[in-house]
């Protein structure tokens, strides 16, 4: 079947330009999950959805940074007046459920990169 | 605060020999859960191996095994036998009974050698 898929692959933006970047669950995955991966780091978590509420929201950096979820399907992360800072991979995932018991199946990510 | 470190940014290994990856970690929970996490060139992350915290038992998986060590923190994984397709970033990660996220350590790079 198939797997988590996001879009766009790449996206080069301006610095102060907004962005959207979108992930497509695993069908009846009704855990979603955004992680940020900056060049030979390891992956920051950002928010976790239940359905389509946000019980985690820990992880986002900014108020620049917001996500929604439509049911339990595609969700969009947005970064508004981008920074240079915000160049990174971006990373959704996707699972049956609680993040301890159910593997998390990874999307291949939006390479972001602000000029 | 969790944290999750990996010290060694990069390892080389030769074919169908053997090759640890260490991993140690820090928690105040006794209730969590340890993965390690491959990332080949495509970006794709894959979970190689999970470990409960509460299980004495090392976990395995087929030619990868890991040595836990509660009382040290200690995580590391073993691949036996490697092969070409093992190369990758290798992540080791950490979440707690309760929680949603996974708090990752930067990574190693391995490579295998023909």
């Known amino acids: 079947g198939a797997g988590v898929s996001q879009s766009p692959s790449n996206k080069v933006t301006e610095k102060g330009k907004d962005v959207e970047l979108r992930c497509d669950p695993i069908?009846?995955?009704?855990?979603l999950y955004w992680y940020r991966q900056r060049l030979g780091q390891g992956l920051e978590f950002l928010i976790y959805?239940?359905?389509?509420?946000?019980?985690?929201k820990s992880g986002l950096p900014s108020d620049r940074f917001s996500a929604e979820r439509t049911g339990e399907s595609v969700s969009t992360l947005t970064i508004q007046r981008t920074q240079q800072e915000d160049s990174a991979v971006y990373l959704c995932?996707?699972?049956?459920?609680?993040?301890?018991?159910?593997?998390?199946?990874f999307g291949p990510g939006t390479r972001l990169t602000v000029t | 605060a969790q944290t999750v470190t990996q010290s060694q940014p990069e390892m080389s290994v030769q074919e169908a020999e053997t090759v640890t990856l260490s991993c140690t970690y820090d928690?105040?929970?006794?209730?969590?859960?340890l993965f390690w996490y491959k990332q080949p060139p495509s970006r794709q992350m894959i979970l190689v191996i999970r470990?409960?915290?509460?299980?004495?038992q090392n976990a395995t998986e087929n030619r990868f095994s890991v040595n836990f060590q509660k009382a040290a923190k200690s995580f590391s994984l073993k691949i036996s036998d490697s092969q070409l397709g093992d190369t990758a970033m290798y992540f080791c990660?950490?979440?707690?009974?309760?929680?949603?996220?996974?708090?990752f350590g930067k990574g190693m790079k391995l490579t295998v050698n023909p």
């Open positions: 995932a996707s699972s049956l459920g609680t993040a301890y018991i159910y593997e998390q199946y």
């Open positions: 069908s009846g995955h009704t855990a």
């Open positions: 990660a950490l979440t707690q009974g309760g929680s949603e996220k996974l708090v």
């Open positions: 959805f239940q359905g389509n509420s946000a019980p985690d």
């Open positions: 928690t105040s929970e006794n209730n969590y859960y």
């Open positions: 470990q409960e915290a509460y299980k004495q």
